[in-house]
């Protein structure tokens, strides 16, 4: 059997052109393939479905879960992997919801591209053949969600965008790639830990909100109580190892009576610490005053995590256990 090609649009798919000039999309699933013969030469099948062709901005949990579901399917009809083309802006966010919820052995691979079809020297073609040739490897199976971008083969749990514009813009800053596509084969060097179980369709999603504030210099409190004023769950990107003005620190003790707050860096790498510091504001204090620590996990993928638990159900407990898990 062959791979499921899923297709959602973003750059990779952007042949298009308006009236000012600006790219749209254009390509569907046929004609992205059509352009690397070399995926003709694998010798297997590729079974294409064009989902929806959006902006990557646009994309939302109902989306992601919507495509995991129909990948599962195709999973079961025999395919042996999933490749998904979709924007880049949002995908570190994506690959890890869809990591989080995929319960197959069969390996969910993303990409898209960098550079639209019309430029010089396009990525698409080159990502979307390392893509499939990683998800009918059976070097991928048992990884989850998968990252190709650049011949490197990233882990869904420790991806970011890195960069606006480059073409090895998908980094793992804590850990590096898990493997490199070379000469046409998935070279899998190391096997990041997996989830102990994949987490079932939430209930609650429409109704669930999970904030997210960037702590700053200078910050305002008026302006996180906002931010968590309708929210069920919050994150709070703290400075450094999770450090935030001490005025903040009342406040954000307040909230975690009320809802799960969950600590993380803004620094884009690295974990926020547990007993380093401890003047007010610090980790240390933060946790005392009931926020969870994120560890090791970004702020993007702490709220993909925290808003999937929560519409689950989960109660405080659980959300603690997940983040000691996942972090
Ligand atoms: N703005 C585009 C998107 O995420 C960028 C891309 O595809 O790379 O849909």
Not at 300 to 322: N, Q, S
Request: with cysteine; charged share 20%; aromatic share 4%.
């Amino acid at each position: 059997m062959g791979v499921a090609l899923f297709t959602l649009g973003g750059t990779i798919s952007m042949a298009g052109r308006t009236h000012g000039g600006e790219s749209v999309r254009r390509l569907n699933g046929a004609d992205l393939t059509a352009a690397v013969p070399d995926l003709a030469r694998l010798g297997m099948t590729l079974d294409i479905h064009d989902i929806d062709a959006v902006p990557s901005a646009n994309l939302t949990f109902t989306h992601v879960l919507d495509l995991v579901d129909c990948a599962s399917h195709a999973v079961k009809a025999g395919a042996r992997g999933v490749v998904v083309t979709q924007g880049t802006d949002t995908l570190e966010e994506t690959a890890f919801l869809a990591d989080l919820v995929w319960p197959h052995t069969e390996p969910f691979v993303l990409t898209g591209a960098m550079r639209n079809p019309t430029l010089a020297g396009p990525d698409g073609p080159a990502n979307l053949l390392a893509a499939t040739r990683t998800a009918a490897s059976p070097a991928s199976h048992g990884l989850g969600a998968l990252v190709v971008f650049n011949d490197e083969i990233h882990a869904a749990r420790w991806v970011r965008k890195t960069h606006s514009t480059s073409t090895a813009a998908f980094a793992s800053p804590n850990t590096g790639p898990i493997g490199h596509v070379i000469e046409g084969h998935a070279r899998v060097l190391t096997t990041p830990a997996r989830h102990r179980t994949s987490y079932p369709r939430p209930e609650a999603l429409d109704t669930t909100r999970v904030g997210l504030h960037t702590v700053t210099l200078d910050d305002d409190a008026d302006i996180v109580a906002a931010v968590a004023e309708k929210s069920h769950g919050l994150v709070i990107a703290g400075f450094g190892v999770g450090h935030v003005p001490s005025e903040l620190a009342d406040l954000l003790g307040t909230l975690a009576e009320r809802m799960p707050v969950v600590l993380t860096s803004r620094t884009g790498s690295g974990s926020v610490l547990r007993h380093t510091y401890g003047s007010v504001g610090s980790e240390a204090d933060l946790q005392r005053r009931g926020l969870i620590n994120g560890g090791l996990l970004d702020p993007y993928k702490a709220r993909i995590l925290l808003r999937l638990m929560l519409a689950g159900g989960a109660d405080r407990e659980a959300v603690i256990a997940a983040f000691a898990d996942h972090g």
